[in-house]
Structure formats: C-alpha cells, structure tokens
C-alpha cells in the first residue's frame, strides 16, 4: 500500500512536468496561457496534496512495518526438547528486566528470546524491544520497562549480563527429585569441568560490543541451581571488579544478542 501512495505522489509530479511543458509551447495565445496557467494551479494543488498524503502515509505505515514493540513480531516458545538458554538482563536503570527462562513453570519474568539446546553447536539468546514489551496473556507486562507508545525506552548500561543453560549442571547441593529442565533444583547430568563452552560475540542493535575474553566467567556460578552460567558482568559477582565490557557505555533500542558455542553434551 506504501508503495502504491508514492507512486501516486511520482505520477502527480509528472503530470505537472508535462504541464509546465505545455504552458511554454502556448505563449502566443493569452486564452491558452491563462487556461494553462489555471491548470497548472489546480495540478500543482493535487500534487501538493498528493505528496503531502503520501508522506503522511509513509510515516503510518512505517510505524506499522518496524519490528520494534509489535507483539506480532515476537511469539515466546516454552517448550524445550533440550535446555533452556536465555540472556539475563537488566540495564543501568534496571530495565529492559529478563529474569528468567521461557522453559521455567511459572515464569513471570521472562521475555527473551531463548535457545534450545540440544547438543554441541552455537546458539544465540537475546532480548529484543518486540520481546521486553511483550503483554505475555500468561505472564502479564513486563514490570521493569519504561514504555514510549508501544515500545520500550532504549536501553543505557548495564547492571547484570549472564547467560543461562538450565537443567545441565550436578551441584553437589542440590537436593531436587523433579525434571533438571524444568526445576533447577535437580541435578543434572553435568560437570562444569566437561563442558567446553565460549562466548562468541555480543551485539547490540546488530552492531558488535567489545569484550575482553580473559574476564569471562563461565561454570556453576550459583551453586544452588543446576544452571550452566557465563557471566559477562554481574554487579553482584566477580566481574564487577573487573568487567569483560564497557559496560557503561552499552547502549541500544531494538535488540541485544549473545552468542555462543558448547561441547560435551552427549545428546
């Protein structure tokens, strides 16, 4: 339809071409001039109205076809044939919440975009403004976002940064006698030590974040679950003595996206 309206507005500014073309070929007759001179006033009216409707249009339906804060653009997947990975997230101001994974029975802070881990490879998880501002039938809104219209303000900084891979790892404290996938409290089939697992990249807006590879932390970093974590930076945990990001300086409006790799699943 967008495409339809500009080039209406095109056509009207080609019929008025023609016109100014005619109005030169017809200067001896005063009659002509003036009827051309007329019908130039009434075509460059029609065009002006027609660009003006086109533009207007263009910006309507340019809202209406970003990817940004539509719930169209974003169905949540809550089931898992494998584990469960997704981006732990809050900003500077602790928005842009994503606390939990999509796998989790009764979640009520999850809205990322999870992984589904099903054996060695590279994945991604990430959280995108369609996504954190989300209206979850099940889950309710969000409760850590701030909303201009139907999307969520940018995000400024950052105050935690983890991936988690829920159900993998056999704390020795865990005590749980459920499914490790769905309650984090079981143990699961997996050493931290026989798992080889690396950051790949971080993006925001698609753009590439910087990060030091040696300021990583990854394993059973809470040790009362059976999550696999990489920690990228936790104001509560270790990295925030020494951040693997400029984590200050981290900012986007659309999406962040964390990659990364795994090796040693047996399934």
């Known amino acids: 339809m967008k495409a339809k309206k500009i080039l209406a507005a095109v056509t009207a ?18 009659s002509s001039t003036a009827a051309a001179t007329t019908t130039t006033a009434v075509t460059t009216t029609t065009t ?106 940018g995000a400024q900084g950052c105050v935690v940064m983890c991936v988690d891979i829920i159900g993998l790892l056999n704390g020795e404290k865990l005590k749980g006698t459920g499914d490790p996938k769905t309650d984090k409290e079981t143990p699961g089939k997996y050493n931290a030590d026989d798992l080889k697992v690396e950051l790949k990249s971080i993006k925001a807006d698609g753009q590439e974040v910087a990060f030091d590879k040696a300021k990583i932390k990854y394993g059973n970093i809470e040790d009362n679950n059976n999550c696999y974590r990489i920690e990228i930076y936790n104001d509560y945990g270790d990295t925030a003595k020494d951040s693997p990001i400029d984590k200050d300086n981290l900012a986007f409006e659309d999406s962040l996206e964390i990659t990364f790799s795994i090796e040693g699943l047996s399934e």
């Open 13 to 30: 500014l080609s019929l008025t071409t023609v016109v100014f073309a005619s109005c030169g070929d017809s200067a001896d007759s005063s």
């Open 48 to 153: 002006t109205a027609a660009a003006e409707s086109a533009a207007d249009s263009a910006a309507t339906d340019s809202s209406a076809d970003t990817t940004k804060g539509s719930d169209s653009d974003y169905t949540p997947v809550k089931t898992f044939k494998g584990y469960d990975a997704f981006l732990m997230f809050g900003d500077g101001e602790w928005l842009w919440g994503n606390w939990e994974g999509q796998g989790e029975p009764e979640a009520t802070k999850a809205f990322g975009v999870d992984a589904d881990i099903t054996g060695d490879g590279e994945y991604t998880v990430s959280i995108t403004n369609a996504s954190i501002a989300y209206d979850d039938p099940d889950e309710g809104i969000n409760p850590q976002i701030a909303l201009d219209g139907d999307y969520a303000v």
